[in-house]
């Protein structure tokens, strides 16, 4: 218990340190070391830490930092995201940075790019583009154009060649850090109650502003303790949030859903960090189209990748019986187009599958949680009653 206390405490921190201390320590430690920021959901840190970088999460700042600034730079009708991340830009808390990545979530994330050149911080700002053809010769030919823009950008900072050796090495590594996190969410499907869903994502989060390794350490500990029984089951539902894999839900929704009656045995909060689904090649002669060909055949379902050949809806009731889940609870942040144009078709999905469903929608520093609870905890005492 003591150990498991302390790495929960760490991870805590890491998680929500808005300054990325670790980061900039470990940056200031060695010459010709670099900081890459990569807004949500997926990017392939392998590249970053092969040309000796670091690829650091930056996820919003939650209820931790009040935004002044960021509201000045974007309407209010769209998601909070932007708003808190404009402000760490403004307020300094990103200027160790080398550059930043901005993934093709939504057009709010597209225009974020656009406000990072505007106001100067990092030596270049990349928006990163994701195919939406999986074949190799169209889909595979761009997107691993878009990984060599990135490569060359780094490479302008820091002079550090792409070596195969190296980028075999990290893929290994990242193929190792989403192993032990599956194997949680494995273990929690079977015993939720020996980790609480609040801890599983503090300890995935801090896993985005640190090194691989040290986090692969904490992981493998982690496995360690909740492998033998712990804590005390109770007379919970179980279920799978979905819709919240770019601006995160605070803290305190997901503990008024647990509290509410619920086991969260499956979510896509920090899906980033599980994208690819297996390993990728790291032992291939050519590991940057090994990088390719795992997100073209091997990546999760997300509503910010077109999907006609292979629906969303039907991917969420696979995994919705493979976790033994009772329901799903779509959370979606407040103005996200993605999630919500998405949410319909996924909901009849899971309604021909017999599958109960709820929903409701946060911004990530909500503050009050009571309607929620209740709300969660009437679907979990239905499901108990009825189901």
């Avoid at 932007?82 to 830009?89: D, H, K, L, T, W």
Wanted: net charge negative.
């Amino acid at each position: 218990m003591k150990q498991l206390d302390a790495l929960l405490a760490h991870c805590t921190e890491q998680a929500f340190d808005l300054h990325f201390s670790k980061a900039r320590q470990w940056k200031a430690a060695e010459p010709g070391r670099l900081l890459l920021g990569f807004l949500p959901i997926y990017f392939p840190r392998e590249i970053v830490h092969a040309v000796n970088g670091m690829g650091v999460g930056i996820m919003g700042v939650g209820d931790r930092k009040q935004i002044i600034k960021g509201d000045a730079y974007y309407q209010s009708y769209i998601c909070h995201l932007p708003r808190g991340v404009i402000e760490m830009a403004l307020d300094n808390s990103l200027d160790d940075f080398d550059g930043f990545v901005f993934p093709a979530i939504c057009d709010c994330v597209r225009n974020l790019s656009g406000m990072f050149k505007l106001v100067e911080r990092g030596k270049f700002q990349r928006y990163f583009d994701y195919p939406q053809n999986f074949s190799p010769s169209i889909g595979g030919v761009f997107f691993r154009q878009e990984l060599e823009k990135v490569l060359d950008d780094l490479f302008q900072v820091n002079g550090v060649k792409l070596s195969t050796e190296k980028l075999n090495h990290a893929i290994g590594l990242y193929n190792t850090n989403r192993k032990l996190i599956e194997h949680i969410y494995q273990i929690r499907q079977d015993y939720p109650w020996r980790l609480s869903a609040v801890d599983t994502y503090h300890i995935i989060r801090a896993g985005l502003v640190m090194t691989v390794e040290e986090h692969n350490q904490i992981l493998e500990q982690v496995v360690e303790v909740i492998s033998e029984e712990r804590g005390e089951p109770l007379d919970n539902i179980r279920v799978v949030i979905s819709g919240s894999f770019c601006e995160q839900p605070p803290i305190g929704l997901l503990k008024s859903i647990e509290m509410a009656g619920c086991y969260i045995v499956d979510d896509d909060l920090m899906l980033g960090s599980r994208w690819i689904q297996g390993d990728v090649d790291d032992k291939s002669d050519d590991p940057l189209g090994a990088i390719v060909d795992a997100y073209l055949t091997k990546s999760t379902f997300s509503s910010a990748v077109y999907d006609v050949g292979n629906p969303k809806g039907d991917r969420l009731v696979k995994l919705v019986k493979e976790r033994h889940a009772d329901g799903v609870i779509f959370s979606a942040a407040s103005f996200c187009d993605p999630a919500l144009l998405d949410k319909p078709e996924m909901q009849k999905a899971c309604d021909a599958a017999g599958i109960p469903q709820i929903n409701f929608q946060f911004h990530e520093n909500t503050g009050q949680f009571k309607v929620i609870k209740e709300q969660a905890g009437t679907f979990s005492d239905s499901i108990k009653l009825w189901a």
